[in-house]
């Protein structure tokens, strides 16, 4: 199976919630906000459970999300993919065969281009679009950029989820457990 055959990803960011994930039929999942000596605990559940983690270093406390900490992680840890904002995060990740998305803050018409001309450069696998709630924009930015598409951010309800992926989105990543109940996968 791979990650975008799921409708949502949940996006762990408490790690009260690593347990309850692991249990779950969900495949894949997002780490963030964990501290950099919580990883190795989550990994090895990862691996015990056979689920596949995306992490996204740059919101890893204790660790500058740099390349340096991208071949370190890629190295130590082997995660599925690498999230960030960073070009030389996503270039790095890429070189060590980490599936790569790069996230973008879509703020206005000025970051649409600035994103446009990074993606050209880094090339990541997948983008994941913040705010992922203005399907507009995610149908706009599928075309003009001819990337998959991962919706993001203040995503709440299944319409919200549903408008996502009508407009051209992937999948979706969430942190709504209420989300992760509704569409986690049947075995």
């Not at 919101?59 to 340096?68: N, P, R, S």
């Not at 803050?105 to 679009?129: A, C, G, H, V, Y």
């Not at 203040?154 to 992926?165: G, K, L, N, P, Y």
Request: aromatic share 10%.
């Amino acid at each position: 199976m791979d990650f975008t055959k799921q409708t949502i990803i949940p996006v762990i960011g408490n790690m009260k919630d690593v347990d309850s994930i692991m249990t779950s039929n969900y495949e894949y999942y997002a780490v963030l906000n964990a501290h950099i000596s919580r990883l190795k605990p989550i990994f090895k559940l990862a691996s015990q459970y056979e689920k596949k983690i995306l992490i996204d270093i740059d919101l890893i406390k204790g660790l500058k999300a740099d390349e340096f900490a991208t071949e370190y992680i890629c190295q130590e840890f082997k995660p599925y993919g690498i999230i960030s904002t960073k070009p030389a995060v996503i270039e790095r990740a890429k070189q060590k065969g980490a599936v790569t998305i790069q996230r973008i803050f879509l703020l206005d018409t000025n970051s649409m281009e600035k994103s446009s001309k990074l993606i050209q450069r880094t090339d990541p696998d997948f983008l994941e679009l913040l705010p992922g709630l203005v399907p507009k924009l995610i149908k706009q930015f599928c075309q003009q950029t001819e990337k998959q598409i991962i919706a993001s951010g203040f995503i709440e309800t299944v319409e919200e989820v549903e408008q996502a992926i009508n407009a051209g989105a992937i999948t979706i990543t969430t942190s709504s457990k209420n989300l992760w109940e509704y569409y986690e996968p049947q075995e």
